[in-house]
């Protein structure tokens, strides 16, 4: 009898757990409507704000994204804009209409912005996930490889070129994983969502001012001090920008 009342206790946890989950589902949904409803009736900053209120309670979604993105845009802050194109980017990278709006959007920021170079541009051509695959494939072929040639010695020599051009190709996918990871975590990327963001010589309000940024422009974080972050938009302009003026994407 304790086995049984053990059991059906467990039972009811579950269905107790499933239940919270499937309301706290319907209640997304149903502000996510809400939100929507007032895009639609042309109450662009109050959808946003809709929007990132299901962000911080944890719903995370490309719709949820783009629709944020859409509705800052429309209240005229493209820089929170892009941000939540960047963040639609993760779930979608593929997809036309958000990078059709990130790029309108990206379009409308004044004055300097972000510049990659060409190794730079390689890595952001794939997301993170995307590189983690491939990395993960390369390797679980290169291991499968590897036991035919110990299961089958008489094929090694036939396979030993494409063994050998199959580890290159590894250690490219592994390499560029890495990059990716090295400038995605050590130099995150963000963007300044005040209209004029002023980028000193150093981390104080009373050092000389170096350039001007605007709403939209997209930085890298090189450092941090206190409340400032040492950014850099391309070689020939770096400097200090007070933090609350520079939306950071989340990985």
């Not at 939540?84 to 409308?108: G, I, V």
């Not at 490219?172 to 975590?185: I, R, S």
Request: aromatic share 10%.
């Amino acid at each position: 009898m304790i086995f049984k009342s053990s059991k059906k206790s467990i039972n009811l946890l579950i269905l107790s757990v499933c239940a919270l989950l499937c309301s706290d589902q319907i209640i997304q949904a149903s502000a996510f409507d809400d939100a929507n409803k007032l895009y639609y009736e042309g109450k662009f900053s109050d959808a946003a704000a809709a929007y990132e209120k299901l962000t911080h309670s944890g719903m995370a979604s490309p719709a949820l994204y783009f629709n944020l993105g859409n509705a800052r845009f429309k209240s005229g802050q493209i820089g929170r804009a892009i941000s939540a194109y960047k963040e639609a980017e993760r779930f979608t990278p593929r997809d036309p209409d958000l990078r059709a709006n990130l790029q309108f959007a990206r379009n409308q920021a004044q004055g300097p912005t972000l510049k990659l170079d060409p190794v730079q541009r390689l890595l952001t051509r794939l997301t993170l996930n995307e590189w983690t695959l491939l990395a993960s494939g390369s390797i679980w072929v290169l291991l499968v490889l590897l036991s035919v040639c110990q299961w089958r010695p008489a094929w090694s020599r036939s396979l030993r070129g494409f063994l050998v051009l199959w580890f290159i190709v590894s250690l490219v996918f592994c390499g560029c994983l890495g990059a990716a990871l090295y400038q995605d975590f050590s130099n995150p990327s963000g963007v300044v969502i005040a209209a004029q963001a002023v980028v000193r010589n150093g981390p104080l309000e009373e050092s000389k001012s170096a350039f001007t940024l605007q709403d939209g422009s997209e930085v890298r974080v090189l450092d941090r001090k206190e409340n400032w972050l040492l950014i850099t938009t391309d070689p020939q302009r770096m400097g200090w920008l007070r933090r609350e003026q520079v939306l950071l994407g989340s990985r």
